[in-house]
């Protein structure tokens, strides 16, 4: 496959080893943030999603904090997997805003 | 559920050129957005469409043109490709309301040479 972006950050990790990926977000007025997953070659994959009035969302294997006191995000994988490597971008919206903001993404390479 | 479907997944043209890509949205989204992503621009917004009219517009140079359908499927149009427009080009839909998720199609790679 081919990369999707040079010069990411990277994360590391041995399977098994939790993940976490951050994101800070600059619109005090978004109010709606999403998680995707990207792999090589493919388009970005919808995992998790939150809005502004939580501060936690669990889903499979997967759990996205938002603080928005210091407007960060970020996304906890348990147990990580080979299958996890992936680039992962968090996006935000505001305001009903038809289209999200997407950061630059994170590398998750994740060693067997 | 069948998912954003685009194609062709892969093309290649030579400068001047022009080229035209096509994304069929899920069924029931009515809005569809198309991003341009380099490695070194990351993901970039192109335009989106809803109810056959261009709702968002990027900043992108007048080469880069859409147009969507009543189905709601939808054409991206680049005429006089420049090397510089080589990208793996996405297509997003979803229901058309801001509190709506965008999915994505799996992109088509064009190579300009």
């Known amino acids: 496959g081919e990369s999707v972006g040079l010069h990411l950050p990277t994360l590391s990790v041995q399977e098994g080893d939790n993940s976490i990926i951050n994101c800070a977000y600059s619109n005090s007025a978004s109010d709606y943030f999403i998680w995707y997953k990207q792999e090589s070659g493919k388009g970005p994959q919808f995992i998790i999603d939150i809005r502004s009035n939580m501060d936690k969302r669990q889903g499979q294997r997967v759990t996205v904090l938002l603080n928005k006191t210091v407007k960060h995000l970020s996304l906890q994988i348990a147990a990580t997997q080979p299958g996890d490597s992936a680039v992962y971008f968090c996006a935000e919206k505001s305001g009903g805003s038809y289209i999200p903001t997407f950061g630059r993404g994170t590398s998750l390479i994740v060693h067997p | 559920k069948a998912g954003v479907t685009q194609t062709p997944r892969y093309l290649i043209k030579t400068r001047g050129q022009q080229v035209t890509l096509s994304c069929s949205p899920i069924?029931?989204?009515?809005?569809v957005s198309w991003y341009q992503q380099t490695p070194g621009q990351g993901l970039q917004f192109l335009f989106e469409?809803?109810?056959?009219?261009?709702?968002n517009k990027g900043n992108f140079p007048g080469r880069f043109s859409g147009r969507q359908f009543s189905n709601s499927r939808s054409e991206m149009n680049v005429s006089t490709l420049e090397l510089g427009d080589s990208a793996l080009y996405l297509c997003a839909s979803d229901k058309g309301f801001g509190t709506d998720t965008q999915y994505f199609g799996p992109g088509t790679r064009l190579t300009v040479l």
């Open positions: 069924s029931g989204h009515r809005s």
């Open positions: 469409y809803f109810s056959e009219t261009q709702r």
